[in-house]
């Protein structure tokens, strides 16, 4: 099937533009993801502050058969066009934000992608002209969903992964 405005085929699902302000991420019948938990951790994150994208709506596309989470078009620019100053700022921010999330009960644990996926390894971070943001929370984890011992062992994990971010976002 061809997707007409696509933006990504990204890891396991298809983006497409909807309009200047919306995309969809698609999900087919094929996906093992599933849309509406999906939803419901990006509008957990949503409630706490502005670092993951905004969550729209659900809605289905007849023609491409395929539901779709509706949400906030990103338009990410490229780390090497602003001053390391300024990175670093959008830094701290990212920080201060994602250790609010992990205080709320919300782990993302999608920072960095698996070595053995090809592709950008930070792909689910996008810097915009008003800092960084957060896509992806098809793995993100909840506290009460997965309970305290595996919620820190995965903190643990994203906090290595936002030291080797934080290192390749200053250096690129
Ligand atoms: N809100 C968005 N705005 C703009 N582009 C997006 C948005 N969400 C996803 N994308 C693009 O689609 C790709 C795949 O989306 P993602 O949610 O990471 O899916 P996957 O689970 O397949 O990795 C991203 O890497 C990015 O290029
Ligand atoms: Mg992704």
């Known amino acids: 099937m061809k997707y007409p405005r696509l933006l990504s085929s990204g890891a396991n699902n298809r983006v497409i533009a909807l309009s200047e302000t919306e995309v969809a991420k698609l999900f087919v019948d094929d996906t093992r993801s599933d849309i509406g938990s999906e939803a419901e951790k990006m509008k ?3 409630k706490i502050n502005g670092l993951v994208v905004r969550f729209i709506r ?3 596309d007849d023609a491409l058969q395929a539901e779709q989470l509706i949400m906030e078009r990103i338009y990410p620019i490229d780390y090497r ?4 100053e300024k990175r670093e700022l959008w ?5 201060h934000e994602l250790h609010q999330l992990h205080a709320a009960g919300f782990v993302h644990r999608g920072i960095k992608r698996p070595s ?4 950008l390894a930070f792909d689910n971070i996008l ?5 960084l943001r957060l896509i992806d929370v ?3 984890a909840l506290l009460p969903q997965v309970g305290p011992d595996l919620f820190e062992k995965y903190r643990q994990t994203e906090l290595q992964e936002m030291a ?7 250096n690129r």
């Open 116 to 119: 053995n996926l090809s592709g």
């Open 81 to 84: 066009a602003y001053e390391v």
């Open 91 to 95: 830094w701290e921010v990212f920080e």
């Open 127 to 131: 810097l915009t002209t008003q800092g």
């Open 138 to 140: 098809g793995i993100s």
């Open 44 to 46: 957990f994150a949503n």
């Open 58 to 60: 659900i809605g289905y």
């Open 164 to 170: 080797e971010f934080h290192e390749y976002f200053l």
